[in-house]
């Protein structure tokens, strides 16, 4: 069993779920709610980037910019036009939670009329090496450093910037950070601008990596919702943490199935057990572990 692959496997799937966490559990921490459009968002990245890249011929870093920016323009917009009326209504959790299910309809059919719903295929071709025991691609390499960035950066800006010290007074008790002169509907509208152009790259790296369809983003959205149960939900140094955990776990548990003689397919349901054990056992997650960031 070459372990120095399955770890290295891990990391690029758990630097995918990192980008998807992180960019889901921010606006949690500050909305208060789950939002499920972000599945959809995640595929209006990924289609944006082929858009960029296959129909207009630009370079794939120019795509991940576009990408980023139009996913956190919708994601800006949505704030806007729904949540926060919605919010200044008294809406509850439920109101915002099916609000969120509407707006992600209505995004994945929009993508599916523009793009339709039939698969489509980046036409990039990757260069493979081999490094000792490890099989890695570019797009691999990529990933894990993107990962890596987004969470150093996001760590900077939560602890070293007025912006990042907004966010987390924000999310910690709003009515005081609103008192104390924080411009609460500005840091709100940087963090789902933020979080929607995550969900944007994290979406295009998942279509790079196999194909594009309306529902790309829900390939991934309930191992994210795991990440985010497991890390914690709203505690962005949690969702670090577990979207590590939950990629080893994915990967040994591929390498538990092909031994056992089922299925790798049924590697999807390894999130679902974490995430049910951590809602019978741990409904806290990893946060206490990281309380006071």
């Not at 529902?215 to 497991?230: K, N, R, S």
């Not at 979207?243 to 397919?265: D, Q």
Request: proline share 4%; glycine share 10%.
């Amino acid at each position: 069993m070459n372990w120095a692959q399955i770890l290295f496997n891990s990391a690029v799937t758990g630097s995918l779920y990192l980008i998807s966490a992180v960019a889901l559990t921010l606006v949690y921490g500050l909305a208060k709610f789950p939002n499920f459009a972000h599945a959809e968002i995640m595929s209006l990245g990924g289609f944006i980037g082929f858009w960029v890249t296959e129909q207009l011929g630009a370079p794939l870093p120019v795509a991940f910019a576009v990408a980023f920016a139009v996913a956190g323009i919708v994601g800006y917009l949505s704030y806007r036009g729904i949540f926060k009326p919605l919010t200044d209504r008294g809406a509850s959790l439920i109101h915002l939670m099916v609000a969120s299910m509407a707006l992600g309809f209505i995004l994945r059919h929009t993508i599916g009329e523009i793009w339709g719903f039939s698969p489509l295929t980046l036409s990039i071709v990757w260069p493979a090496y081999d490094i000792g025991p490890l099989r890695v691609t570019l797009n691999w390499i990529i990933l894990i450093i993107t990962a890596v960035a987004v969470g150093v950066g996001l760590h900077f800006m939560l602890t070293r910037t007025r912006i990042g010290k907004a966010i987390r007074a924000t999310a910690s008790n709003p009515r005081l950070a609103l008192s104390s002169g924080i411009n609460t509907t500005r840091v709100l509208i940087i963090t789902w601008f933020v979080s929607a152009g995550l969900a944007g790259v994290a979406g295009l790296f998942r279509g790079v990596e196999t194909r594009l369809s309306p529902y790309l983003g829900w390939d991934i959205l309930l191992p994210t919702f795991a990440v985010a149960m497991l890390g914690g939900i709203g505690s962005f140094y949690g969702a670090m943490a577990a979207a590590l955990i939950i990629g080893l776990a994915e990967n040994v548990g591929v390498v538990l199935l092909a031994e056992a003689g089922l299925s790798t397919e049924y590697r999807m349901a390894i999130p679902f057990v974490i995430l049910i054990a951590v809602l019978i056992f741990r409904p806290q997650g990893l946060a206490k572990a990281f309380k006071g960031n």
